[in-house]
């Protein structure tokens, strides 16, 4: 069964930091891979996906994720955070035309 | 474009009563997606949508609830005789095969 583990519940940076967001996958093929952003009391924004080609993809708001296969890991980086990207991030594997399966989430405060 | 809508955004209602929540998927999309997202359980797959394929409900946690696309568009989850473990967000989705857009959720709170 598909599932996504990503092991940080609540991470905190200072402004302007670097960011990394883990994300592991299980997966039986090639995976469909999201990250989706929520803030409080918002719907899901989708930040970028991978579906296969350049593994290094690149999303909204100027964050990109790394798919590395051998460590069945899909991490979201940025470069310089802002307190505006203050909220709750979420991992989700899927296949195509099929449901998502998510991560438990992982909520970014940003210190100032 | 105008994106995924869903009505009511917030309902309270009181235990054993049913309850309907609307999702007005972006024109075009031919999938549409249900999802709850509870404290204790996350964000959950419900029930999908695809055409007019038969709906895959394995997500549904009981036959208390059902869901519904008409005319391959607007879409109604029911959950009847609600119980206190039904309060949460339940987010509806639309996309292509590839990509779901989600709506900003309905917020359910059963007393």
């Known amino acids: 069964a598909q599932s996504v583990t990503q092991p940080d519940i609540h991470i905190t940076v200072s402004e302007g930091a670097s960011l990394e967001l883990r994300c592991n996958y299980s997966?039986?093929?090639?995976?469909?891979l999201f990250w989706y952003v929520q803030s409080p009391g918002q719907g899901l924004q989708l930040l970028l996906k991978y579906f296969s080609g350049d593994t290094l993809v690149q999303g909204i708001k100027g964050f990109e994720a790394e798919f590395k296969r051998s460590q069945s890991s899909f991490n979201l980086r940025k470069p310089s955070v802002h307190w505006s990207d203050a909220a709750e991030y979420f991992c989700a594997v899927g296949d195509y035309g099929n449901k998502l399966v998510f991560g438990a989430g992982t909520i970014l405060r940003v210190k100032s | 474009g105008a994106g995924v809508s869903q009505s009511p955004s917030n309902k309270v209602t009181e235990k054993g009563k049913d309850v309907e929540l609307r999702c007005d998927p972006i024109s075009g999309h031919t999938a549409l997606y249900w999802y709850r997202q509870s404290l204790g359980q996350g964000l959950e797959f419900l029930i999908y949508f695809q055409g007019n394929s038969a709906p895959d409900k394995s997500g549904l946690p009981s036959d208390r609830f059902s869901a519904e696309r008409t005319g391959g568009s607007v879409s109604t989850l029911t959950i009847q005789r609600t119980q206190q473990e039904d309060s949460a967000v339940y987010l509806c989705?639309?996309?292509?095969?590839?990509?779901?857009?989600f709506g900003p959720g309905t917020r359910l709170l059963v007393l």
């Open positions: 989705a639309s996309g292509t095969e590839e990509t779901q857009y």
């Open positions: 997966y039986g093929a090639t995976p469909y």
